[in-house]
């Protein structure tokens, strides 16, 4: 149980952060938000890492943070991209699509994971929910293609994010989130160059968006130690469940309308987390 709450923990810090991050976006430069707040994350993460003991070398773990931070990186950009552009209560669903398939697929196939008759139907039951969170009403289709295509890549980006981060372990205490942050400001860093002239946002935004990294990077961190208490598939699973709060955002404060599907979807995603929680019987 102490694995599943901390996954949810992590869904709940994701969502608020991409919430916050995808407003920003709108306010300023999409690369250079993302960058800012893999900057803020990284800050975040380093002192994190100095707090908590680490319980052997933890090169093994800071090896496999650096593709989890180009995941990252490559997400963000791609996820504030289609925001900026886009709905919200569309583009991130979809990006948690490929973020718990391809997880999920490796932890099965390669990693050995075998989960519960309970949680294999909470399994069952999330990517349909995710899909039907993430379509929009007919009226919006065309404007809402943009963000689904932004929210395909960014969910590759997810996936091996989570991917990666599952094999660090958390033998080396929080130090593959930090390793992961330095990934993710390199691989975004070129993209907010490449901007003419490169555009920085005003102070007040600056610090929201470092804000939001440190958020993003906490929700990192508490996937990490829901992995090691947890079946990778199922945390990953539980952890993609950060769609849910930009959709409740979305449609409470920024007024955007739900479709009947849409409504389906985050009945069903409720009813996984009930699955996927619960004890075996």
Request: with cysteine; hydrophobic share 55%; glycine share 12%.
């Given at each position: 149980?102490?694995?599943?709450?901390?996954?949810?923990?992590?869904?709940?810090?994701?969502?608020?952060?991409?919430?916050?991050?995808?407003?920003?976006?709108?306010?300023?430069?999409?690369?250079?938000?993302?960058?800012?707040?893999?900057?803020?994350?990284?800050?975040?993460?380093?002192?994190?890492?100095?707090?908590?003991p680490?319980?052997?070398?933890?090169?093994?773990?800071?090896?496999?943070?650096?593709?989890?931070?180009?995941?990252?990186?490559?997400?963000m950009v791609?996820?504030?991209?289609?925001?900026?552009?886009?709905?919200?209560?569309?583009?991130?669903?979809?990006?948690?699509?490929?973020?718990?398939?391809?997880?999920?697929?490796?932890?099965?196939?390669?990693?050995?994971?075998?989960?519960?008759?309970m949680?294999?139907?909470?399994?069952?039951?999330?990517?349909?929910a995710?899909?039907?969170?993430?379509?929009?009403?007919?009226?919006?289709?065309?404007?809402?293609?943009?963000?689904?295509?932004?929210?395909?890549?960014?969910?590759?980006?997810?996936?091996?994010?989570?991917?990666?981060?599952?094999?660090?372990?958390?033998?080396?205490?929080?130090?593959?989130?930090?390793?992961?942050r330095?990934?993710?400001?390199?691989?975004?860093a070129?993209?907010?160059?490449?901007?003419r002239?490169?555009?920085?946002?005003?102070?007040?935004?600056?610090?929201?968006?470092?804000?939001?990294?440190?958020?993003?990077?906490?929700?990192?961190?508490?996937?990490?130690?829901?992995?090691?208490?947890?079946?990778?598939?199922?945390?990953?699973?539980?952890?993609?469940?950060?769609?849910?709060?930009?959709?409740?955002?979305?449609?409470?404060?920024?007024?955007?309308?739900?479709?009947?599907?849409?409504?389906?979807?985050?009945?069903?995603?409720?009813?996984?987390?009930?699955?996927?929680?619960?004890?075996?019987?």
């Amino acid at each position: 149980m102490t694995g599943a709450l901390l996954a949810l923990g992590s869904a709940l810090c994701y969502g608020i952060a991409d919430v916050a991050g995808g407003l920003l976006s709108r306010r300023a430069d999409f690369r250079t938000v993302a960058f800012l707040g893999q900057a803020g994350g990284l800050v975040c993460a380093v002192v994190a890492a100095l707090l908590l003991p680490v319980r052997e070398s933890p090169w093994h773990g800071i090896a496999w943070g650096f593709p989890s931070g180009v995941g990252t990186g490559i997400a963000m950009v791609f996820l504030y991209r289609g925001i900026s552009r886009g709905t919200m209560s569309v583009v991130v669903p979809v990006s948690a699509v490929g973020g718990v398939a391809l997880p999920v697929l490796v932890g099965v196939i390669l990693l050995g994971d075998r989960p519960s008759l309970m949680a294999w139907t909470g399994i069952a039951v999330v990517l349909p929910a995710l899909w039907l969170v993430s379509r929009s009403r007919s009226d919006e289709r065309d404007r809402a293609r943009p963000a689904i295509a932004n929210g395909l890549v960014a969910s590759a980006g997810i996936g091996v994010q989570y991917l990666a981060l599952a094999q660090a372990g958390d033998e080396a205490g929080l130090w593959p989130v930090a390793a992961g942050r330095v990934a993710a400001v390199l691989t975004i860093a070129p993209m907010v160059v490449r901007s003419r002239p490169p555009r920085f946002p005003e102070a007040r935004t600056t610090v929201y968006a470092l804000v939001t990294g440190a958020v993003a990077a906490t929700a990192l961190a508490l996937y990490l130690l829901a992995t090691a208490r947890q079946l990778v598939v199922i945390a990953v699973v539980l952890s993609s469940l950060y769609p849910v709060v930009p959709v409740l955002w979305g449609v409470t404060a920024l007024r955007e309308r739900l479709s009947a599907g849409q409504v389906a979807g985050l009945v069903a995603a409720g009813a996984a987390v009930l699955l996927l929680t619960l004890p075996p019987p």
